[in-house]
């Protein structure tokens, strides 16, 4: 009776270290990513800026601003917001809210040749109007949603590492936001 009992009670000790390594190793590989840049999009353009200089009402001389502006989209979401669970007993990585996407539009003018005249002397109020305009214009020029539709995509990815983990330690996974794909995974 006394070999039973110390044979059960060390088959008890070593499900219970492993269930709690699983729970720290699920939650420590989600909370080492923090913030995941998931997408990044550049583009550049070219922008002719024409200032004219009139008097009365006749054209004396025309200016010519180049800018070149460089654009950076970048599609991030930040992991510590990500709210699950991990019920070690049942044996579940329960998803309950994933943050939602970041998306940052950093663009650069750059001016890059300027012919302004002897009458027209260009100012920094027309070059301020034309990064502004040159600014503005990228900004429209961003599909936001599309960005966001591809980060997204983009970060079930990412995500599917730490699901595979999961799975591995014979974890279900469940999905309470209903937003995430998690049928390529029934395949493992």
Same mark, same amino acid.
């Given at each position: 009776?006394?070999?039973?009992?110390?044979?059960?009670?060390?088959?008890?000790?070593?499900? *219970? *270290? $492993?269930?709690?390594?699983?729970?720290? +190793?699920? $939650?420590?590989?989600?909370? !080492?990513?923090?913030?995941?840049?998931?997408?990044?999009?550049?583009?550049?353009?070219?922008? =002719?800026?024409?200032?004219?200089?009139? %008097?009365? /009402?006749?054209?004396?001389?025309?200016?010519?601003?180049?800018?070149?502006?460089?654009?950076?989209?970048?599609?991030?979401?930040?992991?510590?917001?990500?709210?699950?669970? %991990?019920?070690?007993?049942?044996? !579940?990585?329960?998803?309950? *809210?994933?943050?939602?996407?970041? +998306?940052?539009?950093?663009?650069? %003018? *750059?001016?890059?040749?300027?012919?302004?005249?002897?009458?027209?002397?260009?100012?920094?109020?027309?070059?301020? =109007?034309?990064? $502004?305009?040159?600014?503005?214009?990228?900004? $429209?020029?961003?599909?936001?949603?599309?960005?966001?539709?591809? /980060?997204?995509?983009?970060?079930?990815?990412?995500?599917?590492? +730490?699901? %595979?983990?999961?799975?591995?330690?014979?974890?279900?996974?469940?999905?309470?936001?209903?937003?995430?794909?998690?049928?390529?995974?029934?395949?493992?």
């Amino acid at each position: 009776m006394l070999i039973i009992f110390l044979m059960f009670r060390r088959c008890t000790k070593v499900v *219970e *270290e $492993k269930t709690r390594n699983d729970y720290y +190793i699920l $939650k420590n590989q989600i909370t !080492k990513m923090n913030k995941m840049v998931v997408m990044e999009q550049d583009f550049s353009t070219m922008q =002719k800026t024409k200032v004219a200089f009139e %008097v009365f /009402g006749r054209k004396m001389s025309e200016n010519e601003i180049m800018a070149f502006t460089k654009t950076n989209a970048q599609v991030s979401y930040n992991l510590n917001k990500l709210v699950m669970e %991990v019920d070690s007993v049942n044996r !579940k990585l329960i998803i309950k *809210e994933i943050p939602p996407a970041d +998306i940052r539009i950093t663009p650069v %003018v *750059e001016i890059q040749s300027m012919d302004d005249s002897f009458f027209n002397r260009i100012d920094d109020v027309q070059i301020k =109007k034309v990064t $502004k305009a040159a600014k503005d214009d990228a900004y $429209k020029r961003v599909d936001q949603n599309r960005l966001r539709s591809e /980060g997204r995509k983009q970060l079930m990815d990412n995500l599917n590492s +730490i699901f %595979v983990l999961a799975k591995a330690l014979d974890y279900t996974i469940e999905d309470e936001t209903r937003t995430l794909d998690l049928s390529d995974l029934s395949k493992l």
